[in-house]
């Protein structure tokens, strides 16, 4: 039992650090932050399909990320609620493996769009934000998270352990 919880919290901890060195590259290209953000760390959001540890693993991930790009503080709190929130609702669907990038890419689409009208002030409406976080998110879980899944479904039984 105790070699199952130091997997899991090296498991977390290795998906939050892979989580701050992607969304540090899409940062340095600038695709980390503003209205339209494709974060290449947001493909990683479909992990909880395999492991519960993704859960605290994101989590904290997506905290050190908006920590390191200079984000507000309300963007911290609630864009890192969103991100536990996505994937909370990607582990409760992992029985549906096509289902895993749609509780993210929901919980970015309807939170994130109100940080950047009323915490940033960006110029343009809710539905716009919604549109363009909505867009951005289809790119990272969507399409990049499910070939994620694709190529790790191969190996779960060696690099994730059975937890339920």
């Known amino acids: 039992m105790r070699d199952k919880k130091v997997l899991?919290?090296?498991?977390?901890?290795?998906?939050?650090?892979?989580?701050?060195v992607l969304?540090?590259?899409?940062?340095?290209?600038?695709?980390?932050?503003?209205?339209?953000?494709?974060?290449?760390?947001e493909a990683l959001t479909v992990l909880p399909f395999f492991t519960p540890a993704a859960i605290p693993g994101l989590t904290a991930g997506c905290i050190l990320s908006n920590l390191l790009t200079g984000c507000?503080?309300?963007?911290?709190?609630?864009?890192s609620l969103a991100t536990l929130l996505g994937a909370v609702g990607t582990y409760l669907l992992r029985k549906h493996m096509w289902a895993a990038p749609l509780p993210p890419i929901a919980a970015n689409t309807l939170i994130v769009p109100f940080i950047l009208a009323y915490v940033y002030q960006f110029e343009g409406s809710i539905p716009y934000f919604m549109l363009t976080v909505g867009i951005g998110e289809l790119i990272?879980?969507?399409i990049l998270g499910m070939i994620l899944i694709g190529v790790l479904n191969k190996y779960r039984n060696v690099i994730f352990i059975k937890t339920v």
């Not at 899991?8 to 701050?20: C, D, E, P, R």
């Not at 600038?30 to 494709?38: C, D, E, K």
């Open 23 to 41: 969304t540090l590259l899409a940062n340095a290209l600038g695709l980390a932050n503003y209205a339209v953000q494709v974060r290449f760390s």
């Open 140 to 142: 990272s879980c969507g």
């Open 8 to 20: 899991l919290t090296t498991q977390a901890a290795m998906i939050a650090a892979l989580y701050v």
């Open 72 to 79: 507000m503080p309300l963007d911290i709190v609630f864009g």
